[in-house]
Each structure stands twice: as structure tokens, then as C-alpha cells.
């Protein structure tokens, strides 16, 4: 399938607000990194705004991209409601770091919301994609992968605010671990489905162009190898493994230098696995539509 390169920045971005926005929310629950809350909120929300003028270079006419929210159950239409409510809710967030007493911290309550939507966002975004005639899509584990890829950069990018704004990254060492270790399992998980997917084809004979009745309707063998150095030298290799490792040892050393050094080379590595991750993702997207 052809590479659509603005849902692929769209996704990648999308789960990097949302990974920083949790990240954030789960400190706030502590009443930690206060310094750096309000430059992460501002990061959060730029990062979501750069994800919707990206997915505009999707459409050919955006003019009309209000005809397809009449239909509640389509992709675009869920997409659409997420990403309202985590606006609504960093807003909330926004001003409840203002008219706090003490500052950089919000009530519990809000922290918990600002975790859940961004859960809630990177879930619904990632379902959009799931749909039975593409079925190297159609697996939650495409689900757990965005949500891989907001654990890995998520509290990284946080590390490199807060030790850039001077506060104490020492809360976040664990949330840095535990996120790096879920989200390279998450990544690995749906790479290996991916390799799987071959399998998925071989059984039926598939045909695509009545005028060459013999011509198979997808090179899956080819598909397969294109995206085979892409999926585990780029998107397991470098944008799971790497950033899983400096984790450990950025919390183990635990200096602003290390996480901003480390943590950004982190980050990148993380940011370039989604990115070949996604393309893996669309070199396999083989359509078996016509069974349906």
C-alpha cells in the first residue's frame, strides 16, 4: 500500500501529546515537577495542533471533511470528539495551574482526567485503522503499539523539561522505566503480528484484475521483504530497544546533563521507530477487500 506520510506524522504526533500529557498527569498526582507542568502542557498541545495540520495534507478536499462527522460510528467523527475533549480538558488544566495556591499543581482530579484522555486519545485514534480487510491492521496490538510509542516519548520528553526548567527528574525515574519497558513490549509485540502476517494470505488465492485473471491481487513475499529491515532495524532496533536502554540509564545515573542528552537521543530514536514502524505498517496494509 502507498505510504500516506501525513497519518503517519498524524499517529506519531498524536501519541507523543498524548504519552507527554499522561506522563505529566502522573507527576501531578504527587504534586511533582511543578516548574516544568505548564512548558509540558504548552509542548502537549502544540504537539496536538501540529497533528491536526498534518492529517489536512491527507485530504484532498479538507472543505469537506465536515460531510463525513454526520456518521458517529465513523474513524474520523471518534477522532474528532477525542480530540475535543483533551483540548477541553488541557484547557481545564491550563487554568487550574493558574489559580492554584501553590505553584505548578493542579487537583488530583484533573490529573487523573489528563491520564485518561490521553489514553482515551491514542486508543481511538489507532482503532480507526483497524478493519478486517486489511488484516495486518486488524489487531489490538496495533492499538498497544501507539500506546507504545506515547510510553516511550511521553515521560522522556517530560525528563528532558524538567531537567531543562531546573526540577527534580527523581519522581520520574520509575514512570521513565516502566513506560520505556511497556512501550518497547507493546512495539515488539505488534512487529512480531506483522512478520505473522504473511500467513495471513497464503491460504486463499487472491486475484485482483478481471482483464489478467491470473495475476495475484497483492506480492505478499515482496510486501513482506520490503518491510522487513524497516520493521526491526528501525522500528524495533532503534525506536524500541535504544530508547528502552537509555531509560534505564538515565534513571540509573539520574544528572540533568544525562537526560537531556540521553533523554533527547531517546526521544529521536523513539519518534524514528513510530515513523518506520507506521511504514511498516502501510507496506504490509495489503487489501483482501474484495472478499467482503
Not at 481511538?124 to 478493519?131: E, Q
Not at 480487510?133 to 507504545?148: Q, Y
Amino acid at each position: 500500500m502507498e505510504l500516506q506520510w501525513p497519518l503517519i506524522l498524524f499517529t506519531t504526533l498524536i501519541a507523543w501529546s498524548s504519552g507527554l500529557f499522561a506522563a505529566q498527569g502522573i507527576l501531578a498526582i504527587g504534586e511533582n515537577a511543578r516548574k516544568a507542568q505548564l512548558p509540558a502542557l504548552v509542548a502537549s498541545v502544540a504537539l496536538l495542533a501540529l497533528s491536526g495540520i498534518a492529517v489536512f495534507f491527507h485530504l484532498e478536499h479538507w472543505e469537506r471533511i465536515f460531510n463525513g462527522f454526520g456518521n458517529p460510528t465513523s474513524g474520523i467523527t471518534q477522532e474528532l470528539i477525542v480530540i475535543v475533549a483533551f483540548a477541553a480538558i488541557a484547557i481545564v488544566y491550563f487554568a487550574m495551574l493558574r489559580r492554584a495556591k501553590t505553584e505548578g499543581t493542579v487537583p488530583k482530579w484533573c490529573a487523573v482526567l489528563a491520564i485518561v484522555i490521553s489514553v482515551m486519545l491514542a486508543i481511538v485514534c489507532a482503532h480507526s485503522y483497524m478493519m478486517a480487510a486489511r488484516p495486518a491492521w486488524n489487531s489490538l496490538l496495533e492499538i498497544a503499539s501507539l500506546l507504545g510509542t506515547a510510553c516511550l516519548a511521553g515521560p522522556l520528553t517530560l525528563a528532558i523539561i524538567m531537567a531543562i526548567v531546573g526540577d527534580d527528574v527523581s519522581p520520574l525515574r520509575r514512570t521513565a522505566i516502566i513506560g520505556a519497558i511497556i512501550g518497547a513490549v507493546c512495539i515488539i509485540a505488534y512487529a512480531l503480528y506483522l512478520q505473522a502476517s504473511e500467513g495471513l494470505f497464503v491460504e486463499i488465492n487472491y486475484y485482483f484484475d478481471p482483464t489478467s485473471p491470473t495475476a495475484g491481487m497483492t506480492d505478499v513475499a515482496s510486501a513482506i521483504s520490503s518491510s522487513m529491515i524497516v520493521l526491526w532495524l528501525g522500528a524495533v532496533a532503534v525506536g524500541a530497544i535504544v530508547p528502552m536502554i537509555l531509560a534505564v540509564v538515565c534513571a540509573r545515573k539520574n544528572t540533568a546533563a544525562i537526560w537531556k542528552v540521553a533523554g533527547g537521543i531517546a526521544v529521536a530514536c523513539a519518534l524514528i521507530g513510530a515513523i518506520c514502524l507506521r511504514i511498516a505498517f502501510y507496506l504490509l496494509g495489503m487489501s483482501v477487500y474484495l472478499l467482503y
